[in-house]
Nanobody
């Protein structure tokens, strides 16, 4: 099972930007789908963005136009560029990978947006 490690979270003011990284333990070239979810305390994990092996992308309506998901197969890393951050984007962000079998998850990285 592929191991995933997120990084890049932190504290930022509303309107600011952050870039999250998700480093995989093996080649992501042929992993069919990778992406991001987020979770706030007391709520279910919510889907944020997906990127496929063919570079197709999809976004939740709440982040469309502000967030961009990308991948670098040479570095086995998936990114989430987050711009125009809002207080309601505060959450723990989790990376996932669907290589065709069991879904893998990272441990998450905290993003806090202050007003």
């Amino acid at each position: 099972q592929v191991q995933l490690v997120e990084s890049g979270g932190g504290l930022v003011q509303a309107g600011g930007s952050l870039r999250l990284s998700c480093a995989a333990s093996e080649s992501i070239f042929s992993i069919s789908t990778m992406g991001w979810y987020r979770q706030v305390p007391g709520k279910q994990r919510a889907w944020v963005a997906t990127i496929t092996s063919s570079e197709s992308r999809a976004y939740a309506d709440s982040v469309k136009g502000r967030f961009t998901v990308s991948r670098d197969t040479a570095k086995n890393t998936v990114y989430l560029q987050m711009n125009s951050l809002k207080v309601e984007d505060t959450a723990v962000y989790y990376c996932y990978a669907d290589p065709g079998g069991l879904r893998s998850w990272g441990r998450g990285t905290q993003v806090t947006v202050s007003s």
